[in-house]
């Protein structure tokens, strides 16, 4: 039989949350030109958010400038940032 | 010009569109082409992450779609447009209820462009009841109004109910 040497592996510090663990953000821009009930048709659309729910997001948009739509892996916010760009809102993802 | 959505089916006509507002319409889904690079910017903005790879592969793999789904729409309300009828001296539409979603993109990418093309601020896009219109700014400012119009209604029929805010 072969002999086989073994090592202990190196240990590795690891924080209780990773990067990898933080999820992503669909954030949503205002404009000026895009009308607020379009865009509380798309998120309704997109999203399937009940009637208040996307208003109000509409409003969080309008007022402060941006929203926080969703949040969860970065694989769908991509998809969603880029359904959300076939709708003309202006939408990017970051990391929370 | 009277807005009305047919018992059968839903669809929606537009009648008594005057000559100048049938020729908007008409133009509507060409404003975008060769508009430059604020409306193409505006029309395919960046996915915000600073990292360059996920820009580069926006732009390769993600764009593309993007633009052949608003130049489907285009074609969409083109071949609608290339229906209108004349009656009289006025125009009629008519908008087969499915053909919705494609209008308000293409009414969108038109008015998105306008404002590009011509750097309309928010207290540009603020300005209502102008009475006249004394160059191409008021008139690309008339056109983003009188799209956005024919977007709210397109947006009551399809959610039940006024759609203003």
Redesign the interface.
Known sequence: MMAVETKDLPSVETGEETELDKPWNV?VHN????????V??VFRTVFGFS?EKARRH?LEVHHKGRSVVWSGTREKA?FY??QL????L?????KS | MTFRELPSGGDLVISDIPEGLAEMLRQAPRINENSGPEAEARLFPSPGSEDPTLIDDWKAHVQPGIYDLFLDARNTVLADLGAMKETGDSFELVIPRRRIPAWLNVLNQARLSLAAIHNFSEKDMSRRNFRTIENSRDLARFQIDFFAAIQEWMLEVLDGEPGGE
């Open positions: 954030v404009d000026p030109v895009n009308l607020m009930s379009y509380t048709h009637k509409m991509e940032v880029e760009h076939g709708y003309l202006l939408a990017t993802l970051e």
